[in-house]
């Protein structure tokens, strides 16, 4: 079954960097988009990046374009996201999803558990 | 940017009732309108697509309704597990996905 594991939260310090992972299995990974969401503490859900199945399209929520970057190994069914000069605004659970279909899906049929980004000094 | 408003912000039901989550779109984004429920330490699961299609395995007490700008999800004979954050999310004009709010949806 399709399965979707974050990992590389922690806490970092205001202007830190992190890279998050999102492992994926289940599924032929280079077959679909991926995106990142993000839930700040006592917040709705805010869309935050993704990447077309070979990597050549990308897409940045505004509040993180020029910070973040997005990035795939399809050999390694792996997503990140690079999040450099962080703010306590960025603090959230950051979770990695996949379209029901492959391809250009906005339906995000499956979400991994997410992992906690903490921006504190 | 396509703006989603949620109503009410927070609905108290009791168990075995019926709850009515609104919706609305800032503009039409014709029927592509997800809704999607979210518990503390699990992840989101999409509940309804296309505004009214029930996801694979969804009991039939889930139902979405409406299109353009108005959209709704009810849930039928509350059950305990129902009990939890519900968010739509628009998919017609992207990126960015927008989403709503969220309605919390609580034990009266």
């Known amino acids: 079954q399709v399965q979707l594991v974050e990992s590389g939260g922690g806490l970092v310090k205001p202007g830190g960097s992190l890279r998050l992972s999102c492992a994926a299995s289940?599924?032929?990974?280079?077959?679909?988009?991926m995106s990142w969401i993000r839930q700040a503490p006592g917040e709705g859900l805010e869309w935050v990046s993704y990447?077309?199945?070979?990597?050549?399209?990308?897409y940045y929520a505004d509040s993180v374009k020029g910070r973040f970057t997005i990035s795939r190994d399809n050999a390694k069914n792996s997503l990140y996201l690079q999040m450099n000069s962080l703010r306590a605004d960025d603090t959230a659970v950051y979770y990695c999803?996949?379209?029901?279909?492959?391809?250009?899906?906005?339906?995000?049929?499956?979400w991994g558990q997410g992992t906690l980004v903490t921006v504190s000094s | 940017e396509i703006v989603m408003t949620q109503s009410p912000a927070t609905l108290s039901v009791s168990p075995g009732e019926r709850a009515t989550l609104s919706c609305r779109a800032s503009q039409s984004v014709s029927r592509n309108l997800a809704w999607y429920q979210l518990k503390p330490g699990q992840a989101p699961r999409l509940l309804i697509y296309g505004a009214s299609t029930r996801a694979a395995g969804l009991p039939a007490r889930f139902s979405g309704s409406g299109s353009g700008t108005e959209f709704t999800l009810t849930i039928n004979s509350l059950q305990s597990d129902d009990f939890a954050i519900y968010y739509c999310q628009q998919y017609n004009n992207w990126p960015p996905f927008t989403f709503g709010q969220g309605t919390k949806l609580e034990i009266k």
């Open positions: 999803a996949r379209g029901l279909d492959s391809g250009y899906d906005g339906r995000l049929g499956y």
């Open positions: 289940g599924f032929t990974f280079s077959d679909y988009y």
């Open positions: 990447i077309s199945s070979g990597g050549s399209n990308i």
